[in-house]
T-cell receptor, first 113, second 110 residues
Framework: GAVVSQHPSWVICKSGTSVKIECRSLDFQATTMFWYRQFPKQSLMLMATSNEGSKATYEQGVEKDKFLINHASLTLSTLTVTSAHPEDSSFYIC?????????FGPGTRLTVL | QKEVEQNSGPLSVPEGAIASLNCTYSDRGSQSFFWYRQYSGKSPELIMSIYSNGDKEDGRFTAQLNKASQYVSLLIRDSQPSDSATYLCAGDYNTDKLIFGTGTRLQVFP
């Protein structure tokens, strides 16, 4: 299957700072990428759909000004958590679509102190 | 409402047995279905895709799709302790994004 990478794999930051997470498709081009969040022992929650060259589409209840998404190329999408707070601590996972299938990155574990 | 439903489990099976994981979906509009495996603390990994009615086999895994009954299943033959994970069923409802079930936790005991 296709390979998707994320960076960093984990990050610890202070409350009020911003954190950027990168998602890359390594061996294919992805016009569409997705950002998910998963809290411990809970289901995946889709946050937004990232389309190359256009604005992201956010799911209901997700603050677009807090979670900034940029999909500047066919292999890179970034998620910036602005003014992070402890309640934003979670496992953030991106995925990229190749054909009909979605392949997930390894995830980024964010801890906000 | 587009939904995918799974029994949360845990489903416990002995090593070597067949594990049967089931999923139902609410809307006949979905054409493609996917099974992902997620180990604790890790991201989901795609293990099977199925697009048409019937069975699709890949190694120890068999996916079954019945569109008339709106039912998808995953069979794991010769279950191993390393198969212990949460299995997520997803349908695409002919859109870019996937609708995931809540997952079934499988425990394979020696």
């Amino acid at each position: 299957g296709a390979v998707v990478s994320q960076h960093p794999s984990w990050v610890i930051c202070k409350s009020g700072t911003s954190v950027k997470i990168e998602c890359r498709s390594l061996d294919f081009q992805a016009t569409t990428m997705f950002w998910y969040r998963q809290f411990p022992k809970q289901s995946l929650m889709l946050m937004a759909t990232s389309n190359e060259g256009s604005k992201a589409t956010y799911e209901q209840g997700v603050e677009k000004d807090k979670f900034l998404i940029n999909h500047a190329s066919l292999t890179l999408s970034t998620l910036t958590v602005t003014s992070a707070h402890p309640e934003d601590s979670s496992f953030y996972i991106c995925s990229a679509r190749q054909g009909d299938e979605q392949f997930f990155g390894p995830g980024t574990r964010l801890t906000v102190l | 409402q587009k939904e995918v439903e799974q029994n949360s489990g845990p489903l416990s099976v002995p090593e070597g047995a067949i594990a049967s994981l089931n999923c139902t979906y609410s809307d006949r509009g979905s054409q493609s279905f996917f099974w992902y495996r997620q180990y604790s603390g890790k991201s989901p990994e795609l293990i099977m895709s199925i697009y048409s009615n019937g069975d699709k086999e890949d190694g120890r895994f068999t996916a079954q799709l019945n569109k008339a009954s709106q039912y998808v299943s995953l069979l794991i033959r010769d279950s191993q302790p390393s198969d212990s994970a949460t299995y997520l069923c997803a349908g695409d409802y002919n859109t870019d994004k996937l609708i995931f079930g809540t997952g079934t936790r499988l425990q394979v005991f020696p």
